[in-house]
């Protein structure tokens, strides 16, 4: 699989498929792994990029240097050294830093954006309302779960309609270094909505109705602050709606990709 060398990081990612590209980036609970079951599905009309960000799953960083700042710029470095000049982003999450800083450093670059259950840093009155109890949740993924804890990343009656789906969650996140998120520095990385003004990229934001660290009203309002966003909530999620319902969030992010990006 390719790597990109970058000052004090070594990026890993990964392509598939052939067609206009598309690039996922994954949450702080993730790496590339856990987008099995969007890779296959767009693969098909796409050329699907993957990566882990520097400090998660296969990427690795030298210490104090896994601060969200560089996410951007390791983002386009992947794309030069794919040959990719422009793409489609999906960003779950954490990747919604990484995927706002590139489109607002290189509206160029990207072609459409999809947050999901993700402010990608905007700070609206109910982002910062919503950060002021984030803590423990994200205190809990930042250690190793019980194998049947519900974990925050996912609806908290994930254990009781689809165990296996839960189960699968925690072995993936668990192959991140432990401490990876206590190691990003999130202020770095946030963003004024009056900074959005003429804002042209087609964006899409995905929320699961159960997501307990951004609940729909959260994301509805990031939304509104996104000149021409369009905004989905997809029952039965929680915040990582791509991983617990993924035919509702193929279908949701194709139909958006279909409007917005040939």
């Given at each position: 699989m390719p790597l990109v060398q970058r000052p004090n990081a070594t990026i890993h990612y990964e392509v598939y498929g052939?067609?206009?590209?598309?690039?996922?980036a994954h949450g702080a609970g993730g790496n590339t792994l856990v987008w099995w079951q969007?890779?296959?599905h767009f693969a098909r009309r796409y050329r699907v990029l993957t990566f882990d960000h520097r400090g998660f799953g296969r990427s690795r960083c030298d210490s104090g240097c896994e601060q969200a700042r560089h996410f951007?710029?390791?983002l386009a470095a992947i794309l030069d050294d794919a040959g990719v000049a422009r793409a489609a982003l999906v960003c779950q999450?954490?990747?919604?830093?990484?995927?706002?800083?590139?489109?607002?450093?290189?509206?160029?670059?990207?072609?459409?954006?999809?947050?999901?259950?993700?402010?990608?840093?905007?700070?609206?009155?109910?982002?910062?309302?919503?950060?002021?109890?984030?803590?423990?949740?994200?205190?809990?993924?930042?250690?190793?779960?019980?194998?049947?804890?519900?974990?925050?990343?996912?609806a908290p009656d994930v254990f009781e309609r689809d165990p296996e789906r839960g189960f699968l969650y925690g072995l993936l996140s668990a192959l991140n270094p432990p401490g990876a998120l206590a190691r990003v520095s999130m202020p770095e990385v946030m963003t004024e909505p009056a900074a959005l003004a003429?804002?042209?990229?087609?964006?899409?934001?995905?929320?699961?109705?159960?997501d307990r660290l951004f609940a729909p009203a959260v994301l509805e309002e990031v939304a509104a602050a996104i000149p021409g966003a369009q905004f989905a909530c997809l029952p039965y999620a929680g915040h990582s709606p791509y991983f617990e319902t993924p035919d509702e969030f193929n279908q949701v992010v194709g139909a958006f990709l279909d409007q917005h990006y040939r």
């Open positions: 052939a067609g206009p590209p598309i690039v996922f969007q890779v296959p951007a710029d390791d999450s954490m990747g919604g830093w990484t995927g706002l800083q590139l489109a607002r450093a290189h509206p160029e670059r990207v072609a459409a954006l999809v947050l999901s259950g993700t402010p990608a840093g905007i700070l609206t009155p109910k982002v910062l309302e919503a950060l002021r109890t984030i803590g423990t949740a994200a205190a809990q993924m930042d250690r190793v779960m019980q194998w049947d804890e519900p974990h925050p990343a996912l003429g804002w042209s990229i087609p964006t899409l934001l995905v929320v699961g109705e159960h």
